[in-house]
T-cell receptor, first 114, second 109 residues
Framework: DAGVIQSPRHEVTEMGQEVTLRCKPI?????LFWYRQTMMRGLELLIY????????DSGMPEDRFSAKMPNASFSTLKIQPSEPRDSAVYFC????????????FGPGTRLLVL | GQSLEQPSEVTAVEGAIVQINCTYQ??????LSWYQQHDGGAPTFLSY????GLEETGRFSSFLSRSDSYGYLLLQELQMKDSASYFC??????????FGGGTRLMVKP
């Protein structure tokens, strides 16, 4: 079975540009999480969806960040405009209602904003 | 607020036993999870404790004391491939996780 799929795996962009990160959760999983990992701040939860509905977005740093989940098999995290401090690894993870204690992480998108 | 404390680095030799401690201060505690992350990789789930006591999964065991807000991950018969970062994470309502800063384990021959 395919795990969580993220694209792109690497992204280099210039400050001010729009960045869109994509995630396909594991089929049948109804919870989806976006995380950001940096050396300074560690692994932070940005936003959490349950059954395609955003439940908690208190971790989204500011209005430049937005996330959508139009259907059960696709989610996007958008940064507009991007800034150098947004450089990080962004992970998407998914879980099921039954196995709620286990989150399955995608390979991550390594974002560098110049 | 939420806070989790774990050592930043631990070094051990191959074949040894190592314990990584985690203390937490949080509200809405459902349980404590442990994740492993190799350099350049994604976090992968190791174990979860919802109740006090020891959970064993092969060479890895995890312990929780809710009254002490404390848990640990025990790795036995260390192998070189165990060199990685290990994160404790508190599970909250809705299956949300708050991660600790991670412990970098270096296993030496």
């Amino acid at each position: 079975d395919a795990g969580v799929i993220q694209s792109p795996r690497h992204e280099v962009t210039e400050m001010g540009q729009e960045v869109t990160l994509r995630c396909k959760p594991i089929s049948g999983h109804n919870s989806l999480f976006w995380y950001r990992q940096t050396m300074m701040r560690g692994l932070e939860l940005l936003i959490y969806f349950n059954n395609n509905v955003p439940i908690d977005d208190s971790g989204m740093p500011e209005d430049r960040f937005s996330a959508k989940m139009p259907n059960a098999s696709f989610s996007t995290l958008k940064i507009q405009p991007s800034e150098p401090r947004d450089s990080a690894v962004y992970f998407c993870a998914s879980s099921t209602a039954a196995g709620r204690e286990t989150q399955y992480f995608g390979p991550g998108t390594r974002l560098l904003v110049l | 607020g939420q806070s989790l404390e774990q050592p930043s680095e631990v070094t051990a030799v191959e074949g040894a036993i190592v314990q990584i401690n985690c203390t937490y201060q949080t509200s809405g505690f459902y349980g404590l999870s442990w994740y492993q992350q190799h350099d350049g990789g994604a976090p992968t789930f190791l174990s979860y404790n919802a109740l006090d006591g020891l959970e064993e999964t092969g060479r890895f065991s995890s312990f929780l004391s809710r009254s002490d807000s404390y848990g640990y991950l025990l790795l036995q018969e260390l192998q070189m491939k165990d060199s990685a970062s290990y994160f404790c994470a508190v599970r909250h309502a809705g299956n949300m996780l708050t991660f600790g800063g991670g412990t970098r384990l270096m296993v030496k021959p």
